[in-house]
Nanobody, 120 residues
């Protein structure tokens, strides 16, 4: 059984920084794209950033220059460094990964989410 577990959310003041982590575990053969999504109250879930196994990245326009996604393939872990946080970044952040595991076809997996609250 594959699991994604996020950590690192919390309350931070505007202008502050947080680092989110997401570790995948289970009978993993390979992981392709890993990413972070977020969902603010009353809004749809949106892609924040994604990174392929070879390191190619993409970001939603609103976080470019402030957020940075990275991964450690040996640890099946993806990170999201968030700087210059704004109140509008407040949301539940979800980890997502495209994973091939033993005995199953390649599938999208989701973490349970971690709350980021940017407030003074």
């Amino acid at each position: 059984q594959v699991q994604l577990v996020e950590s690192g959310g919390g309350l931070v003041q505007p202008g502050g920084s947080l680092r989110l982590s997401c570790a995948a575990s289970g009978s993993i053969v390979s992981i392709n794209t890993m990413g972070w999504y977020r969902q603010a109250p009353g809004k749809q879930r949106e892609l924040v950033a994604a990174i392929t196994s070879s390191g190619s990245t993409k970001y939603t326009d609103s976080v470019k220059g402030r957020f940075s996604i990275s991964r450690e393939n040996a640890k099946n872990t993806v990170y999201l460094q968030m700087n210059s946080l704004k109140p509008e970044d407040t949301a539940v952040y979800y980890c997502n990964a495209d994973i091939l595991s033993y005995g199953r076809p390649k599938m999208d997996y989701w973490g349970k989410g971690t709350l980021v609250n940017v407030s003074s």
